[in-house]
């Protein structure tokens, strides 16, 4: 694979192929510092500053650093023990891996769960460009009221056009450029830090109040608990790709903990204290105030080019994790682009509804998510032992030990269904409702093992015993 | 590990203008390559490295232990 320049459809074939195919153990690159720093890279992106902000409307700093800590812990720490193990041991790609689980069609329910999620970032982050563009003229004219959403719906759209114009082209120089991303919004978060200390003491950062001051303190404690357990939980969708690139085990686990745990915690936090200290949620409202106009724009600017760079990734990887599947395999990759960009350019539309719903949108990610994670330690480490029949993954004929009932593992696809059931029970996503249970237990963890309890018994009680799903190693 | 393992390079797809059925005759060649490394004829795979007892302990305490700790100091 040298360097020779390919087109695009030849970059995107050669990826795919390289996706697909398992990866021989001297393939594999990354030690455990290396993959320690990608897991840093992607960790601190301008979503941490989201993630920060929206605790700060529940808690305040002391109870949101805690919540901030235990929901990421526990989130990544499923999330990685349910993919990275058996990605790395087998080299084999996240979701075609899966066919173990819900069968060699039945992977599209996983990936279609995903590809929800990441729809539903890239519309969160076009969001954010708008609203980058809206501070950024507020900081130089008087902006009406009335056009406010104007602007931020019609950058939204314009930003999310410029990443297809930027896909036509391949993602491989914007995706180099994201390498700068994560350094910048270090040293952004050093310089918040730093300005809001000289203003303000601890004594008096640890006195400021939650910005949402009509719910119970325990109640906001658990909510943001539960939405960060939902933004750990959502690595699942990409930690089992980056870990098969890892050469032992250990530095296919391990660093997930580091960078996407103890990492984003840090950057979460700092967005905490950003958001109780000026009072909004909203990251693109710290800037101006926090470094003046000419700073604070610069900030901005640098908050968009995160947010493209963030975005052109996530569609890639979206479009690339499609391209897997049988019915999107020859089709042309501008097609598939399309076909992904559609409904995130729809949601774009309501740029401020879904703005104002990112807890939401971290809320869903547990909900479906996490029953997905819970699977699949099931599934990979107590009845199969952590043993998978690498050539029966690439089989599709009916005798395949993989078949289950015509391609589909229906026991899997329930189970996850009862653990989105039991979600939607204790905590409604949308609205925050909830009740006694919830404020116990939180939601994504009752789910994760609802459905970790519903899949071992019904497979124990139906599949192995009708001969189906290659469970040689159950007993 | 054999010679043949450290030695293989991935062979490229084909190029943009091979047929569907080239492409994917390709594809399968390339594949059982890959899996007559991972999966000789006892179909199990060579396992690249173990947990001990650390890894189990400090498992326990990222999911079980921190986050206790955290709410319980959070809370108070």
Not at chain 1, 7 to 26: F, K
Not at chain 1, 73 to 86: E, M, Y
Not at chain 2, 15 to 20: M, Q
Not at chain 2, 28 to 53: H, K, T, V, Y
């Amino acid at each position: 694979m040298g360097d020779e320049k390919l087109s695009i459809e030849e970059e995107i074939a050669r990826e795919s192929w390289n996706e697909v195919l398992p990866i021989l153990p001297h393939e594999r690159i990354w030690g455990f510092l290396d993959y320690t720093r990608i897991t840093i890279g992607l960790a601190i992106a301008t979503w941490v500053f989201l993630i920060g902000g929206i605790c700060a409307q529940f808690v305040d700093l002391k109870t949101g650093t805690a919540a901030i800590l235990a929901g990421n812990s526990v989130g990544v720490l499923f999330a990685a023990l349910s993919t990275a193990i058996a990605s790395n041991k087998y080299g084999i790609e996240q979701f075609t891996l899966l066919r173990s689980v819900f069968g060699y069609r039945g992977t599209l329910f996983p990936l279609t769960l995903s590809e929800i999620i990441w729809v539903g970032w890239t519309a969160i982050l076009m969001a954010m460009l708008g609203n980058v563009a809206l501070n950024i003229l507020r900081a130089v004219m008087e902006v009406p009221n009335a056009v406010e959403i104007w602007i931020t719906t019609s950058v939204a759209l314009l930003g999310l056009i410029f990443c297809w114009f930027v896909l036509r082209r391949g993602a491989k120089s914007i995706r180099e450029l994201s390498r700068f991303v994560a350094p910048g919004l270090g040293i952004m978060m050093i310089l918040m830090v730093v300005t809001i200390l000289r203003e303000l003491s601890v004594g008096e950062l640890l006195a400021l109040q939650p910005l949402d001051q009509t719910r119970d303190r325990w109640e906001g404690f658990i909510i943001a608990f539960e939405l960060n357990l939902g933004a750990g939980f959502g690595w699942w969708c990409f930690v089992g790709n980056l870990a098969r690139l890892s050469k032992t085990k250990r530095s296919a686990f391990w660093p997930n903990m580091i960078g996407l745990n103890l990492f984003a915690v840090i950057a979460s936090v700092v967005g905490l204290v950003a958001g109780l200290r000026f009072g909004t949620s909203d990251p693109t409202q710290w800037m101006v105030p926090l470094a003046g106009a000419g700073l604070g724009v610069t900030m901005l600017l640098f908050i968009a080019f995160g947010n493209i760079t963030a975005t052109v990734s996530t569609v890639y990887v979206a479009c690339v994790a499609l391209r897997q599947r049988t019915l999107f395999q020859h089709m042309r990759w501008m097609q598939l682009v399309t076909i992904f960009t559609v409904p995130c350019a729809m949601l774009t539309l309501f740029s401020g509804w879904v703005y104002s719903h990112f807890g939401t949108l971290l809320a869903i990610t547990g909900t479906l998510m996490s029953p997905l994670a819970g699977i699949w330690i099931v599934d990979f480490f107590v009845l199969r032992r952590q043993r998978i029949d690498v050539r029966e993954i690439f089989g599709t004929s009916p005798s395949n030990a993989y078949a289950f009932w015509r391609g589909v593992n229906l026991v899997a696809i329930a189970s996850v269904g009862l653990g989105v059931g039991t979600y939607f029970l204790l905590f409604d996503p949308f609205t925050f409702a909830n009740g006694r249970a919830f404020q116990s237990l939180s939601a994504s963890v009752p789910a994760m093992l609802v459905t970790m309890c519903a899949y071992y018994l019904l497979t124990r009680l139906f599949v192995i015993p009708s001969g189906r799903g290659g469970y040689v190693h159950a007993d | 590990m054999s010679e043949e393992m450290t030695n293989s390079k991935p062979a490229p797809p084909p190029e943009k203008d091979a047929s569907r059925d080239q492409f994917d005759a390709a594809f399968q060649r390339e594949l059982e390559r890959r899996l007559s490394i991972l999966a000789p004829e006892d179909r199990d795979f060579r396992p690249i490295g173990e947990f001990n007892g650390i890894d189990y302990l400090l498992m326990f305490l990222f999911g079980v232990l921190i986050p206790i700790l955290a709410m319980t100091w959070g809370w108070r």
